[in-house]
């Protein structure tokens, strides 16, 4: 099993928008097919989001996680799950200019 896997996209938006959406948690299952529900559970003094818990479905199942956000700076957060299954990774977002 690897120790690390990483995925890039490519977007055509400014990377502070990218970041605005990504922590605008409340608006997932807008947008998210998957996510059924989201529940931010904390906020840090910037009103962002340091505690959520999701709820979402995939081939037939629907589970619930939390994720612990933990933001790194302007464009970038970590964010770690609160879980016994080793399954499930942390993970860093950030989001660049570079082509």
Excluded at 10 to 19: G, I
Aim: negative net charge; charged residues 30%; proline residues 3%.
């Amino acid at each position: 099993m690897s120790d690390e896997a990483r995925e890039t996209i490519h977007v055509e938006a400014l990377p502070q928008r990218c970041y605005e959406v990504a922590i605008d948690f409340d608006r997932y299952p807008e947008w998210a097919t998957d996510v059924k529900e989201v529940e931010v559970l904390d906020r840090d003094e910037h009103g962002r989001g340091t505690l959520v818990r999701y709820r979402i479905s995939a081939l037939g199942k629907t589970i619930s996680y939390n994720l612990d956000y933990d933001y790194v700076d302007a464009v970038a957060y970590f964010a770690r799950a609160i879980r016994d299954d080793p399954a499930w990774l942390d993970r860093l977002y950030y989001w660049n200019t570079s082509g």
